[in-house]
T-cell receptor, first 112, second 112 residues
Framework: KQEVTQIPAALSVPEGENLVLNCSFT??????LQWFRQDPGKGLTSLLL?????REQTSGRLNASLDKSSGRSTLYIAASQPGDSATYLC???????????FGKGTRLSVIA | DAGITQSPRHKVTETGTPVTLRCHQT?????MYWYRQDPGHGLRLIHY???????DKGEVSDGYSVSRSKTEDFLLTLESATSSQTSVYFC???????????FGPGTRLTVT
């Protein structure tokens, strides 16, 4: 059974710092990996989707990398801002016919 | 929220009563999902649908049933609510099972 782990569970950084969020998964035979953002009391917003054949995806100040063989993904946030404060979740799917399996998320606080 | 609405947004009900949550989309996406989110457990899939009248079970389907009679509507029913079903319920949609998912705003359900 696929398990997705995100460490740390919570992270606090000063504004302007570059930071990395980690995601690991037990079964490396994934189809794709997605990163989401969740603000308190809100639904999830998709940030980036990386196909298994890709090494990374970028959107603005966000860069997600994927190392399938080691079962790891990282989400890099450059020049963090207080508005980046949220919970970040990663999720993987094993094939084109299986649902997403989510990690429990990392709660990020960016302090002004 | 990508044309996804959930109703009601908040509900308090008593143990043993039936409850139906509604998810409505205007995006004409094929797949629709119901998740629950609980502290310590993260986001877990209850049921999903891959077309009108086509549904499948997720990780935590016991005690829940679903129906999809129209492309745009996906209903989640708790036949006899229990306190363990107190949770935040999210609906999501996607064009494919392994494609980017878009989430609704959530329904907070409290079973007393």
């Amino acid at each position: 059974k696929q398990e997705v782990t995100q460490i740390p569970a919570a992270l606090s950084v000063p504004e302007g710092e570059n930071l990395v969020l980690n995601c690991s998964f037990t079964d490396s035979a994934i189809y794709n990996l997605q990163w989401f953002r969740q603000d308190p009391g809100k639904g999830l917003t998709s940030l980036l989707l990386i196909q298994s054949s890709q090494r990374e995806q970028t959107s603005g100040r966000l860069n997600a990398s994927l190392d399938k063989s080691s079962g790891r993904s990282t989400l890099y946030i450059a020049a963090s801002q207080p508005g980046d404060s949220a919970t970040y979740l990663c999720a993987v799917t094993h094939s084109g016919n299986t649902p997403l399996v989510f990690g429990k998320g990392t709660r990020l606080s960016v302090i002004a | 929220d990508a044309g996804i609405t959930q109703s009601p947004r908040h509900k308090v009900t008593e143990t043993g009563t039936p409850v139906t949550l509604r998810c409505h989309q205007t995006e004409n996406h094929r797949y629709m999902y119901w998740y629950r989110q609980d502290p310590g457990h993260g986001l877990r899939l209850i049921h999903y649908s891959y077309g009108v009248k086509d549904t499948d079970k997720g990780e935590v389907s016991d005690g829940y049933s679903v129906s999809r009679s129209k492309t745009e509507d996906f209903l989640l029913t708790l036949e006899s609510a229990t306190s363990s079903q107190t949770s935040v319920y999210f609906c999501a949609i996607s064009d494919g099972l392994a494609l980017e998912q878009y989430f609704g705003p959530g329904t907070r359900l409290t079973v007393t």
